[in-house]
Each structure stands twice: as structure tokens, then as C-alpha cells.
């Protein structure tokens, strides 16, 4: 049974830092990834890494986000600096199998909320 466990969320003021973390049990994953959702809007993409390290993200993080994952522990996690406003919002971890189809996990989702 796989399970994705968030930590990390909570209240900073703006340009504070941050760091989530997530571990992945039941399961080799694949591509691995934060999403968020602010109210009133979609789930979007944060950053996502791949198994060898490979990394994409959102415009609006470059250079204040930074995704990283350890294999041998199936944890992924996200540094946030330079905290916005605008970065309000549930953030869900997400991982795609390796093993045994594709499909993809997600986490309960943690808030972060970031105060003016």
C-alpha cells in the first residue's frame, strides 16, 4: 500500500523560509513532485524531480525553490526561500510508481501560509 506523508507546512512571514518534506513507502517511485492550490484556483506544479535528479518548475519559484529527493529513504523535499504572499496555498507531494503500473500518489497536503 502506498503512502505519501507530508511535514513541514506551517505559518512564516514573507521572505522567511521553509522546508517540506515527504516520505513515499510501498513502492519505487519514479518522478517525484510538489503541487499547490491556492483557493479559487487550480492545482499547479511547483517542482518535480526524477529519479537521476532531473528537476522542472514553475517560473514563479525559480530562484527561490529548490526540490530535492533521497533515494535510499524515498523522501522528497522542497526548500522554499524568499517567501511571497502569493505562495499562500495547500501544497501536495506527488509520486509516480515505478513498480507494478504507473500510477500516481498524492499526499494529504500541507498549508503553508505566508503572512504580509
Known amino acids: 500500500q502506498v503512502q505519501l506523508v507530508e511535514s513541514g507546512g506551517g505559518l512564516v512571514q514573507t521572505g522567511g523560509p521553509l522546508r517540506l518534506s515527504c516520505a513515499a513507502s510501498?513502492?519505487?517511485?519514479?518522478?517525484m513532485g510538489w503541487y499547490r492550490q491556492a483557493p479559487g484556483k487550480q492545482r499547479e506544479l511547483v517542482e518535480g524531480i526524477s529519479r537521476s535528479g532531473n528537476t522542472n518548475y514553475a517560473d514563479s519559484v525559480k530562484g527561490r525553490f529548490t526540490i530535492s529527493r533521497d533515494n535510499a529513504k524515498n523522501t522528497v523535499y522542497l526548500q522554499m526561500n524568499s517567501l511571497k504572499p502569493e505562495d499562500t496555498a495547500v501544497y501536495y507531494c506527488s509520486a509516480d510508481a515505478a513498480l507494478f503500473g504507473s500510477n500516481t500518489y498524492w499526499g494529504q497536503g500541507t498549508q503553508v501560509t505566508v503572512s504580509s
Open positions: 510501498g513502492n519505487i517511485f519514479s518522478r
